[in-house]
Structures are given as C-alpha cells and as structure tokens.
C-alpha cells in the first residue's frame, strides 16, 4: 500500500528560469493576496506577484508541482551557510537558542502554499519529500525552522516539525510560532508519520539521532515552549480558572457541558502570548477562534478604533468562523502577557460527524457570544443617536 502511495505522488520540479521563478510568484499572489487578504512584505500589486530580493539570491531554492502555466503547490528553501544566517532572522527567530548555530548548516522553509482545490491530496508529501532531499542530501543540513500561524502548527506537525524555545514570531497581519525539524530524527518522524521516514532512514543513523537530539532536544518540551498541546494539562488549567466557580454571567466554556469543554481542551492548544503580539488581523482569511485564558486584549476595527476591551472567559474570532470568505472582521491585539486557547474550525467539523450533540452545544454556545455582541451594538447605537437628539424608537410605531 505504502509503495502505490508513493507512486501517486506529485512531481516536483526545482525552478531553474527567470519564467518558472515569475510563475511561482504570481501564484503567491493568488493565494496570499487574492484568497487569504494577507498584509506581507513583498507584495507587487502592479504585476501582481509577491517576491523579495531573497528569492533571487543564490541560497534561495524554489519548488514547485504543476507546470508553470498550472501550478498546484509551491515551497522555497533558504540555505545558509555556516555564520551567513542573516540578522533578521537570526533575530526574528530567535536562533541564538541553537547550541553551536553559527557553526551550522541552517535551512529555513517558507512560502508554503498549496492551490486550494489541491489541498488535503498529495501535493504537501511530495513537496516535504523533495525538501527533506534537498536539504539531508544535496546541502547537508542538520536542522531546518520555519514559522506559521497558529492554526497550522498541527500541519506543519506532520511533517516533522514543532515548536522550540522561541517566542511567537510578531507579523503584519498574525501572530507566528517558530518551528523546527531535526532532520536526522527518526523516532519523531515516525509518530507523527511524517512522509520523509524513508529518507530519514537513508541519511541518518541511530548515532546521529542520539547526537543530534542530545544537543537540540532540550529546546521542544515543556515550558521551555511559547505552546502547551498536552490535553491534560490544558484540561486542569480549564478546570482550576474556568469551571471552578461560575460567575452570574457564564463565559463561553462556562456556558458548555464539562464534557463538551474537556473534549475542546483535548483538541486545542494554548498559546503564550507576549505584550503587544497582533493575533488577528482585520481582513486576513483564517477561521481559529480563541478563548482567553489569561490576559487583556483590545479589538480594534479596520480603521484602527477601539471597539472593545476583552479578557479571561472571553471568545474572539468566531465571525470569520461563520463567514463563507473566513475573513476577520476587526483585529486583536494583547495589551497584556495572556494565554489564549486556540481553537480550529476542523476540529469542530469533524466534531459534527464524529458527536453532533456536543458540536451544538458549542455551536448554540457561539451564537450565544455573537448575539450578546450584537445586541450590546446596537444599545451602544441607540445611545449615541439619543446623545446627538436622534429620536430612536424602542419598539416598532404603529
């Protein structure tokens, strides 16, 4: 079964012309600015194409599936030399963690996009099987870091990366967490099923696991990580903040049977979030919701206006749940050190097959939040009309 799967996989092409490389960054464009409305550096609206110096430099690989004239999944590679790791990203991503970094061969993956009628087939094993190539093969890397936003950490998972001791990375229209793969690795690779255990198993041995994961292993347990995945401590801090005492007015998990929370709990993770971190933007398509855990954060609207100030017990993200496009309304940002259950929208659509019962329950929950919001506009409304000599009506005239 295991050899058809593989002979089912897309090809994967490395970009060699001015053309091809042309082709991927109008591709980019269709999916970062035309389907998800994000906020990124690099954007040509003219030509509509998005690409940055770094995509010509010569320590820049792209791959692509498709043709050029149809691409379905597009990745590029940023191989650094020992000690040529440029400041920004040394920085962004805190790579100063990494015993010995600057003696080391360091690849970073990024602009990972998949054509959406594509996605959840067999584009993603191909691209991450012709990387893991590149990468152990041709350039002789030991670790590659990437970043993604929040809601794609479980899929960057799969393919063998997580979270290390680096807090989340700011952007211009979502907040980051920083990743990274132990490329020699083959025991992490194997529980998650990555696709590339084969390779691991062609370029590493059992020594280089041990001698690898003894110099970086420290970096991707516990506290030492911005993100706590671990169901059951996730589900006793829910326990003791939340469900310990029930306020007159019940938070959204308050409001839900504990068993529906403790399944949330098992299926979310919780994010640190630093002083100042962006964690939504108004406008950028992606459909997490999130429960404050700890904290204060503001909401804002596109105009930069406050709308509201949230905090422990509170839901924010479930309008681009609900819209069709998946676009935020408003943005968030922290105004404080908070924790923030993350909450993703396949869970809950899997939920509905999998326990339709507790999916309502969570659903009836959410239009509890959304109506709550609505009606508190429209008092607010109302008010303003009435400061400004506006006669409003309370009920409908005859």
């Not at 050029?68 to 440029?86: F, K, Y």
């Not at 991450?128 to 993604?148: K, Q």
């Not at 406050?306 to 998946?326: H, N, Q, T």
Request: glycine fraction near 8%.
């Amino acid at each position: 079964m295991f050899a058809r799967w593989l002979t089912r996989l897309e090809t994967v092409r490395r970009a060699e012309t001015a053309q091809e490389r042309q082709a991927i960054y109008r591709f980019r464009y269709q999916i970062y600015c035309k389907e998800q409305g994000r906020d990124i550096g690099g954007v040509h609206h003219d030509t509509q194409t998005v690409w940055e110096d770094d995509d010509e430099q010569d320590f820049s690989v792209h791959l692509y599936t498709g043709t050029p004239e149809d691409i379905s999944g597009v990745v590029r590679l940023r191989c650094w030399e020992p000690g040529q790791i440029p400041r920004h990203e040394f920085e962004l991503l805190s790579l100063h963690v990494f015993p010995d970094i600057e003696r080391t061969r360091v690849a970073e993956l990024g602009r990972l996009m998949i054509r959406p009628t594509m996605r959840g087939k067999l584009v993603v094993p191909a691209l991450a099987r012709a990387v893991y190539e590149y990468l152990s093969g041709e350039f002789g890397a030991r670790i590659a870091v990437a970043f993604c936003n929040a809601g794609l950490v479980k899929h960057y998972r799969k393919l063998g990366f997580r979270p290390y001791a680096a807090p989340l990375v700011p952007t211009p229209d979502c907040l980051g967490v920083a990743l990274v793969t132990v490329l020699s690795d083959l025991d992490f690779h194997r529980q998650v099923g990555s696709p590339v255990v084969g390779q691991v198993r062609k370029y590493f041995s059992a020594a280089d696991s041990k001698r690898d994961l003894d110099r970086y292993g420290h970096l991707m347990v516990g506290e030492s990580t911005p993100i706590e995945s671990d169901p059951a401590r996730i589900w006793a801090e829910i326990q003791a903040e939340f469900l310990a005492d029930v306020a007159d007015q019940p938070s959204f998990l308050q409001s839900l049977p504990e068993k529906t929370v403790k399944l949330l709990s098992s299926s979310g993770f919780v994010l640190d979030v630093a002083t100042g971190i962006l964690v939504t933007k108004a406008g950028f398509g992606e459909r997490e919701m999130y429960v404050i855990l700890e904290g204060v954060f503001e909401v804002t609207d596109t105009e930069g206006r406050r709308l509201r100030i949230m905090s422990k017990g509170d839901l924010f993200g479930e309008v681009a749940f609900f819209r069709d496009s998946g676009r935020r309304s408003a943005s968030v940002r922290a105004l404080s050190e908070g924790k923030l259950l993350v909450l993703r929208r396949r869970v809950l659509e899997e939920m509905m097959e999998s326990d339709p019962h507790s999916a309502a329950q969570i659903l009836f929950g959410m239009g509890r939040v959304l109506s709550e919001r609505v009606a508190t506009i429209g008092q607010e409304q109302r008010l303003s009309a009435a400061a400004s000599g506006v006669l409003v009506w309370e009920d409908e005239p005859e």
